[in-house]
């Protein structure tokens, strides 16, 4: 008899488990245009070959002295709390994913919660390159469907230009600086967060990092003198990779779902080579129309990239449609996400 009752009280909850919805978007990207024209003047580059081989015209750039990841994503936050009506005073915790904090220690996501007012909400940081904003949103949606929180921001925010190597043309045409965030809430219908799966292997370590400053190699003359401290890419090797796991997470997560390219509304893919988004898409069968792509504006704003693109497309958004996230990164590091989009 007790074990009935409990069994009961189990599947009432499971039955009672809400779904995770994003229930608004806020970004930021700085003023500052750092051109393919400029990039022509400072390495051995050409336009031609930066839009061909990547898909990237401009990027943002943060110039401000004094200003740093957090600032990025303060500013995101802000527009989100605008957006959404909301008082920072109902947010119950901060999770914000970046690989350009500010500083090692506080981390960027407690900076960020003193610059909007936050007080003693609690905050963390997320590092999973360029899979951040999908990891963080898969953290953000545990404390929402446990019902530990109400209202949860995940920012993803990312200062490139701090360790872009400027003489380095490989990868000083990629990346630019940006911070999008959004809220997080317990939905009341079936639209929602309905599946994420992450996904990461060591073995890319090599190939996609930032050799010095770290424990394994402390800032010393040497790394600095060696320009250790900028991106490291080997950025056939990474392409490889990138072009099959991105892929391969966004089939995977139609199956589980039972979508077909027709049933996907919107493909987000993190923006890192429109070649990489272009081989996602066929692999999804989704026809380019709905593709997010702001590459050609942004360049590869890291974390920033999924946010940034849901942040510029959130005014054509309608309630109920399918929407497929898709990132790959440094680690490496790479996931999906399927999203019925909960408002419009
Ligand atoms: O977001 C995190 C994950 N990262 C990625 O997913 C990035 C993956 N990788 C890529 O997107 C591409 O590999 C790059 C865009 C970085 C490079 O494109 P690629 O087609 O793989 O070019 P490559 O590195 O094989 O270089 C081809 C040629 C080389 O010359 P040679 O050796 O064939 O004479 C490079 O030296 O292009 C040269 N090259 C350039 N030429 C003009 C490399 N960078 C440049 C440049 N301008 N900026």
């Given at each position: 008899m007790i074990t009935k009752c409990c069994n009961f009280r189990a599947i009432l909850k499971i039955k009672e488990k809400k779904l995770t919805k994003i229930s608004g978007v806020g970004g930021f990207v700085p003023a500052e245009k750092l051109t393919n024209a400029d990039l022509e003047k400072m390495v051995d580059t050409n336009d031609e070959w930066i839009r061909t081989r990547t898909g990237i015209v401009e990027r943002r750039i943060l110039k401000t002295p004094g200003k740093a990841t957090s600032d990025l994503g303060a500013e995101a936050v802000k527009d989100l709390l605008a957006k959404t009506n909301t008082?920072?005073?109902?947010?119950?915790l901060i999770i914000c994913a970046t690989v350009t904090p500010d500083m090692f220690f506080p981390s960027t996501s407690n900076l960020i919660s003193h610059k909007v007012g936050g007080g003693e909400i609690p905050s963390f940081d997320i590092a999973a390159a360029c899979s951040g904003f999908i990891y963080a949103l898969q953290t953000g949606r545990q404390f929402i469907e446990a019902g530990t929180y109400k209202k949860v921001i995940v920012v993803g925010a990312d200062k490139m230009s701090a360790i872009?190597?400027?003489?380095?043309r490989n990868t000083c045409i990629l990346f630019g600086d940006g911070a999008g965030a959004v809220l997080l809430e317990a939905s009341d219908?079936?639209?929602?967060?309905?599946d994420i799966r992450i996904y990461s292997n060591g073995i890319g370590a090599e190939t996609l990092?930032?050799?010095?400053?770290?424990?394994?190699?402390?800032?010393?003359m040497e790394t600095v003198k060696n320009r250790e401290h900028f991106i490291y890419q080997d950025g056939k090797s990474v392409f490889k990779v990138a072009v099959k796991k991105m892929a391969d997470v966004a089939a995977e997560i139609m199956e589980r779902n039972n979508l077909t390219g027709d049933d996907v509304k919107w493909l987000v893919p993190h923006q890192a080579n429109k070649r990489i988004i272009d081989a996602t898409a066929r692999r999804m069968n989704v026809?380019?129309?709905?593709v997010m792509i702001n590459i050609q504006k942004y360049g590869n704003t890291t974390a920033a990239t999924i946010p940034l693109c849901l942040w510029d497309w959130q005014d054509q958004l309608k309630k109920g449609e399918n929407i497929v996230l898709a990132a790959f990164g440094g680690g490496y590091t790479w996931g999906g996400a399927y999203i019925k989009w909960a408002y419009s």
């Open positions: 008082d920072i005073a109902e947010i119950d872009t190597d400027y003489t380095d219908d079936d639209c929602g967060v309905k990092y930032q050799k010095a400053g770290g424990s394994l190699n402390p800032a010393s026809t380019e129309d709905k």
